[in-house]
């Protein structure tokens, strides 16, 4: 039931692009993107929700592909500050809780 | 506006000790999650909370782990006899609605058990 990330590590030159996907074996509601530093909070990046709604930063873009049950989140001419563990979480229609996948780390270097 | 507050941010205790976490969750906010992190790992749900009520409290173990949110108040989260293995980050989140709306985190309480 935990989604599951991909790819689990990525490493970076500034400037350079990304794209972290997020696949589930179960229907999805919503998928949710947050972004953690190391002894921080994960701060939220984007939801988007079944029907095409999103709700996020202008910086961020993401996907949904409810049909196949998985969420890309695109990082774009990458900066320093990028940097971090960003998670998916998964929700269903229940409206509960989230499930949360283990997390792909990106370093972006100079 | 503060954001969600945390306290405290490191808590050591030792084996059969009590550990008492709190959260006060962002004003207007009336939805708390409580999730539990070790090293490397992602978050693992423990508990949804709306003002005085428990909505889904799936992810707590059944036995020494109990939550509150009172109508006045920080949520706090509670752990009875803690063992070596309660030793984790321990974040909680509020939102201003269910689950499909931004969630705010807080800073998270490291807690030890020595």
């Known amino acids: 039931q935990q989604p599951v990330q991909s790819p689990q590590a990525v490493i970076l030159r500034e400037g350079e692009d990304a794209v972290i996907n997020c696949s589930s074996s179960k229907a999805l509601y919503s998928v949710h993107w947050y972004r953690q530093k190391h002894g921080e909070a994960p701060v939220f990046l984007m939801i988007?929700?079944?029907g095409g709604e999103q709700k996020g930063h202008e910086k961020i873009s993401a996907s949904f592909n409810e049909k196949k049950q998985q969420s890309s989140l695109y990082l774009t001419a990458s900066q320093l500050s990028y940097s971090g563990t960003y998670f998916c979480?998964?929700?269903?229609?229940?409206?509960?809780?989230?499930?949360w996948g283990l997390g792909t780390s990106l370093a972006v270097n100079p | 506006n503060a954001g969600v507050m945390q306290n405290p941010r490191h808590l050591v205790r030792r084996r059969g000790q009590e550990a008492r976490l709190r959260c006060s969750p962002m004003k207007g906010h009336s939805h708390v999650y409580w999730y539990r992190q070790l090293p490397e790992e992602g978050l693992k749900f423990m508990v949804y909370l709306q003002k005085e009520n428990i909505i889904d409290e799936s992810g707590m173990p059944k036995e020494r782990f109990s939550a509150e949110f009172p109508k006045e108040g920080p949520s706090i989260l509670r752990i009875q006899q803690v063992v070596r293995g309660d030793s984790a980050a321990y974040f909680c989140a509020s939102s201003p609605g269910p689950v499909n709306t931004e969630a705010f985190f807080g800073q998270g309480t490291r807690l030890t058990v020595v």
């Open positions: 988007l929700l079944k």
């Open positions: 979480g998964t929700g269903g229609g229940n409206n509960r809780k989230l499930i």
